[in-house]
């Protein structure tokens, strides 16, 4: 059975962008898997890859990116509309990533793991109940709605767990009934209440029904907090003439995402006086200077 490797990339340049450093990342590291980069534009990544071996586009019109957010018109519905695309056309281990995803060792070892029934998201993010502060608002709300507690065959307590869904790993076909059941939970559940992560909700539910979920995140580097290099990656994706796909990759390496993402994390989790200070003395978080100037 074959390997795939998902992005949806769409829009703006800068998710195109990411989603460009991510798969070089993968390139530089690669497991075999056919990269199917679900786009309104694949000459933004033919202008980079070139015809890199492995990489293939599925062309979405615009149109159907819209169709895809559903009468909830929620972002995130999209992204299990493009798996289920996936899974009706190819058969074997799909890895879904996001586009702010960096590869930090080849997820063969996912793949393997994927191809004996495990199924995996990038990270636990703790329990509904006592997790972060999203998950209890998440939970409160859930318990206080009508019939919320049970939905779609199944109770949603402050026990369930939350997993970050900036990485689904599954089978095709084998896994498509539970797309079906992810979809269905995350139109009832963005309805009770319409927060930015009822679908990895969805997921993660579904998910756990079917055994322990898997985390990603030794493998994979996901910066959810870190827009802020938007404008350095349009720096390095700048098309020059005969960059090779070698060139393109020494630029890309000259940016080390996970320590940047990790020292703004750290800034932010100083005590609110201690960031004021800081931004006082004029020594608030920024991005280092001379990013993506790497060598060409």
Same mark, same amino acid.
């Given at each position: 059975m074959s390997n795939y490797l998902i992005y949806q990339a769409y829009g703006s340049p800068n998710i195109l962008n990411e989603a460009l450093l991510s798969i070089l990342s993968y390139l530089r590291q690669p497991a075999g898997a056919t990269v199917l980069v679900y786009t309104d534009n694949p000459g933004h990544f033919q202008a980079v890859l070139g015809d890199a071996a492995g990489v293939a586009y599925v062309f979405i019109e615009p149109a159907q990116w819209r169709a895809w957010r559903g009468e909830i018109d929620f972002v995130h519905r999209v992204k299990i509309k493009v798996l289920q695309h996936a899974a009706a056309h190819y058969t074997g281990q799909l890895l879904y990533v996001d586009t702010d995803t960096i590869f930090t060792q080849s997820p063969s070892a996912i793949f393997a793991m994927l191809a004996q029934g495990e199924r995996f998201m990038h990270v636990g993010e703790g329990r509904l109940g006592d997790g972060n502060p999203l998950n209890r608002k998440i939970n409160r709300a859930l318990q206080q709605a009508s019939g919320g507690p #049970?939905? /779609?065959?199944?109770?949603?307590? *402050?026990?369930?767990?939350?997993?970050? !869904?900036?990485?689904?790993? &599954?089978?095709?076909?084998?896994?498509?009934?539970?797309?079906?059941?992810?979809?269905?939970?995350?139109?009832?559940?963005?309805?009770?209440?319409?927060?930015?992560?009822?679908?990895?909700?969805?997921?993660?539910?579904?998910?756990?029904?079917?055994?322990?979920?898997?985390?990603?995140?030794?493998?994979?580097?996901?910066?959810?907090?870190?827009?802020?290099?938007?404008?350095?990656?349009?720096?390095?994706?700048?098309?020059?003439?005969?960059?090779?796909?070698?060139?393109?990759? #020494?630029? /890309?390496?000259?940016?080390?995402? *996970?320590?940047?993402?990790?020292?703004? !994390?750290?800034?932010?989790? &100083?005590?609110?006086?201690?960031?004021?200070?800081?931004?006082?003395?004029?020594?608030?978080?920024?991005?280092?200077?001379?990013?993506?100037?790497?060598?060409?």
């Amino acid at each position: 059975m074959s390997n795939y490797l998902i992005y949806q990339a769409y829009g703006s340049p800068n998710i195109l962008n990411e989603a460009l450093l991510s798969i070089l990342s993968y390139l530089r590291q690669p497991a075999g898997a056919t990269v199917l980069v679900y786009t309104d534009n694949p000459g933004h990544f033919q202008a980079v890859l070139g015809d890199a071996a492995g990489v293939a586009y599925v062309f979405i019109e615009p149109a159907q990116w819209r169709a895809w957010r559903g009468e909830i018109d929620f972002v995130h519905r999209v992204k299990i509309k493009v798996l289920q695309h996936a899974a009706a056309h190819y058969t074997g281990q799909l890895l879904y990533v996001d586009t702010d995803t960096i590869f930090t060792q080849s997820p063969s070892a996912i793949f393997a793991m994927l191809a004996q029934g495990e199924r995996f998201m990038h990270v636990g993010e703790g329990r509904l109940g006592d997790g972060n502060p999203l998950n209890r608002k998440i939970n409160r709300a859930l318990q206080q709605a009508s019939g919320g507690p #049970a939905l /779609a065959g199944g109770t949603i307590g *402050p026990d369930t767990r939350m997993y970050n !869904a900036g990485v689904l790993g &599954l089978r095709s076909p084998a896994d498509a009934p539970r797309l079906a059941e992810v979809l269905a939970l995350t139109e009832q559940l963005f309805r009770l209440y319409p927060k930015h992560v009822m679908e990895q909700l969805a997921f993660s539910i579904v998910w756990a029904r079917s055994g322990p979920v898997r985390e990603a995140a030794p493998w994979i580097y996901h910066y959810w907090n870190l827009k802020e290099i938007w404008p350095v990656l349009a720096k390095i994706f700048t098309p020059q003439p005969g960059t090779t796909l070698a060139d393109w990759q #020494a630029r /890309a390496t000259s940016l080390n995402v *996970p320590a940047l993402a990790e020292g703004k !994390a750290h800034f932010r989790a &100083l005590p609110g006086w201690r960031r004021a200070v800081q931004r006082w003395l004029g020594r608030d978080w920024q991005l280092p200077p001379g990013l993506g100037s790497g060598p060409v």
